[in-house]
């Protein structure tokens, strides 16, 4: 399984993006899928999940700002982010292959993305 992101950038707080993540395979029915990030020094941590089901979990940070979605017919999972903040600046990726129930666990996925740079400047 291969994850490729992109929409990645650099805005100005307040700003928007859209990442996308497009998926080799199918998404399977029941298949969870996350986005994570991962800031300079800091330990990577999961943003949002959403499962074949349609069952979506955020982190608290997210605060309402960003929105996780899937089209199975593309094969592509997304996330829109907005009212972006400079503690936003990380790299993102997005995981699949759930090992486990800890959706938001980057311990909990086989299949990882090379990531998207996020970049939110003051």
């Known amino acids: 399984v291969e994850l490729v992101e992109s929409g990645g950038g650099s805005v100005q707080r307040g700003g928007s993006l859209k990442l996308s993540c497009a998926v080799s395979e199918s998404i399977d029915n029941g298949e969870c899928m996350s986005w994570f990030r991962q800031a300079p020094g800091k330990k990577r941590e999961g943003v949002a999940a959403i499962d074949g089901d349609g069952r979506i979990t955020y982190a608290d940070f997210v605060n309402g700002r960003f929105t996780i979605s899937q089209d199975n017919a593309k094969n592509t999972l997304y996330l829109q982010m907005n009212n972006l903040k400079p503690e936003d600046t990380a790299m993102y990726y997005c995981?699949?292959?759930?090992?486990?129930?800890?959706?938001?666990?980057?311990?909990?996925?086989?299949?990882w993305g090379e990531g998207t740079q996020v970049t939110v400047s003051s």
């Open positions: 995981a699949a292959d759930l090992r486990g129930t800890r959706v938001l666990s980057p311990t909990s996925f086989r299949y």
